[in-house]
C-alpha cells in the first residue's frame, strides 16, 4: 500500500475507534440521568447540569480524535 492509503486507513481507525467510546459514554450517562431523575424528581434541576457538564468533557474526546485524524490526513506533525 502507498502511503496517501495508508493515512486514510489511520483516520478511519482513529475515528471509527475514538468515537466509539464517547457514544457509549453520552448514551450511559444519558440514561442514567433519566433514571435518576425518575427516582428523585425533585433533584433533575442539578442532575441535568451535571449532564450536560459531563456529556461535554465526552464529548471532548470525540472531538481530540477528529482533529488526530484531519492532523494524520493533512501531514501535519510528521
Known amino acids: ?8 486507513l489511520a483516520a478511519a481507525l482513529v ?8 457514544a457509549i459514554g453520552e448514551g450511559m450517562i444519558g440514561a442514567k440521568t433519566m433514571e435518576a431523575v425518575s427516582r428523585n424528581p ?8 451535571n449532564m ?17 485524524a484531519l492532523m494524520i490526513l493533512l501531514g501535519i506533525g510528521s
Open 1 to 8: 500500500m502507498d502511503a496517501e492509503t495508508m493515512k486514510m
Open 15 to 22: 475515528m471509527g475507534l475514538g468515537v466509539a467510546g464517547p
Open 42 to 49: 425533585e433533584m433533575s434541576g442539578k442532575m441535568f447540569t
Open 52 to 68: 450536560i457538564i459531563g456529556m461535554a468533557f465526552v464529548e471532548s474526546l470525540a472531538i481530540y480524535c477528529f482533529v488526530i
